[in-house]
Structures are given as C-alpha cells and as structure tokens.
C-alpha cells in the first residue's frame, strides 16, 4: 500500500497524521526537521521584561505560539492589558488563547488561505504610525511582514526564539522519495520543500504534492513539480480536503458512472 508522506514536525505532525488515518489513508512522518527553542539572552529576557511597551504581538507559527507562551508565564503571572495579538494562521491561534487566555485576530474569515499576505488586509495592521509592534518568529524565514509593517509606519522588533534543524534522512525514505513510491507528498514549508526537492528527481516530482499556500505553489513549480494542489491553509482539515481531491484513500468508494 503506498503511503501519504508529511514533513511537519513535532505535536502538529502528530495531529496531521492521526486527521489523515482517522479518513483511511496509509501514513508515513518523514523526521527531517525538529524545531529547537533558542537559548534566552539577557537582550531577551529584557525584551519579555518590557512586552507591556508593544501594541501589537504578531506570532507566525504554533511552535513561536509556545516559547511566547512560556517566557510571558515565566515573566508576567497577569499579562499586561492592552495590546493586540495576531497570528497569521489558526493553529497558533489556538495555541496562544489555550496558554495564554487572550484573543487572537486572524486572517479575515473571507480570505482564501492563512497567510502573511491575507493577515496584512486587516485594517487594524493599515495605519500604524509609531505603533511599536513585535514579530514573534524563527530563526530565517520570510521578511514579508517586518518589511510591510515598516512601510506602514511601525517600529518593529522581530524576535527570533526558535531554530529549525535538519536531520539525516533514513535512506528508505530517500529512495521513496526518490523514486516517487508514495501516493502523495504534503509540505508546509517553503525551506522544508526546497530540500526536499533535491531527494524528489526525478520520480517524486510527478507525485502529487500538497502545499498550504499560493506561494508555495509558485516554489514548488519552480522547483520542478507538476502535480501541485493548493489546500486552503496549513490545518489537518484544510490538508486532509485538499488531499482528498486528488487521492482518495485506499478502499474508498469512488463513483464510476453509469
């Protein structure tokens, strides 16, 4: 039986695997990456120290969601009333309203994929002169939203807490990748699917793949994909319903036609 290949690390794996089995498909986690909380400096430790300065909180993932999360219980046993969170996807959402207890605007309900692009739409984030904001994120990454935030006038503070690390990958899973021995490839990650690219060619670059965004869409063509499906975010029920239409799960019923 071949088997639907993820990449995403860690409890957020975990949870896309289990929204996979639970709908039939035959799973199989790939450990390329491991996220790793950075050691705090004494320039981070004021950093948390001054939060109740900031306005705005902007976190781009679930992983930034809980070392946030974690220096602010470490720091503030009540956390400092009057600024504003944001996250660009719903997962870190949650995560920080499950930690922390506090509200979280999102991309709007209307947009077609949780990104940094759609968030940037809120009105609340157009006119944000002298407003001292802080970017919750790793270690690289995109400049997308520091540089938009500037542009509109914030002073901003990208706070990087986290690195990602990649790990040797078995040599089974090389050759599956490969050679293209599985029935679909999900990735989240523009770094994570640029790496993975040098194992696809040449058989694994004509095997569906699943991104969680327009802009990865664009990368993946770029790296040589064909098969590319967009689902609508990067959460187990937008992955799962993109997958599902291009690959059903084994034993499914498919019409026919008569």
């Known amino acids: 039986m071949q088997t639907v290949l993820i990449t995403r690390p860690g409890e957020r794996g975990n949870a896309l695997a289990d929204a996979l089995r639970e709908r039939g498909y035959a799973v199989e ?6 996220l790793v909380p950075l050691t705090e400096t004494p320039a981070q430790r004021s950093l948390w120290l001054d939060i109740d300065e900031y306005q705005k909180i902007i976190v781009v993932s679930p992983f930034a969601a809980h070392c946030l999360s974690d ?19 719903t997962a870190t959402a949650e995560a920080l309203h499950q930690r922390l207890g506090v509200r979280v605007r999102t991309p709007p309900a209307d947009a077609v994929e949780d990104t940094s692009e759609a968030l940037l739409t809120l009105p609340s984030l157009r006119q944000l002169t002298e407003q001292k904001i802080l970017l919750v994120a790793g270690e690289g990454g995109r400049l997308l939203m520091t540089q938009t935030l500037s ?8 706070s990087e807490i986290y690195r990602r ?3 040797a990958l078995p ?5 599956l990748l490969h050679g293209g021995r599985y029935q679909a490839l999900i990735v989240t990650s523009g770094e994570l699917l640029q790496h993975l690219a040098t194992w696809c060619h040449p058989g694994g670059l004509h095997q569906p793949l699943i991104v969680s965004s ?3 869409a664009t990368l993946a063509n770029t790296l040589g994909f064909t098969t590319t499906t967009v ?3 990067a959460t187990p029920p937008a992955l799962t319903a993109a997958l599902a239409r291009v690959c059903s799960p084994p034993g499914a019923d498919v019409d026919q036609g008569l």
């Open 171 to 175: 040599p089974a899973a090389g050759q």
């Open 71 to 89: 220096a602010l219980e470490r720091y503030w046993p009540q956390l400092p009333v009057g600024i504003d969170y944001y996250s660009v996807g």
């Open 214 to 216: 327009r802009r990865l």
């Open 231 to 233: 689902a609508s975010g």
């Open 29 to 34: 986690m790939l450990p390329i990456m491991q």
């Open 151 to 158: 542009e509109r006038g914030a002073r901003v503070t990208r």
């Open 165 to 167: 690390e990649y790990v």
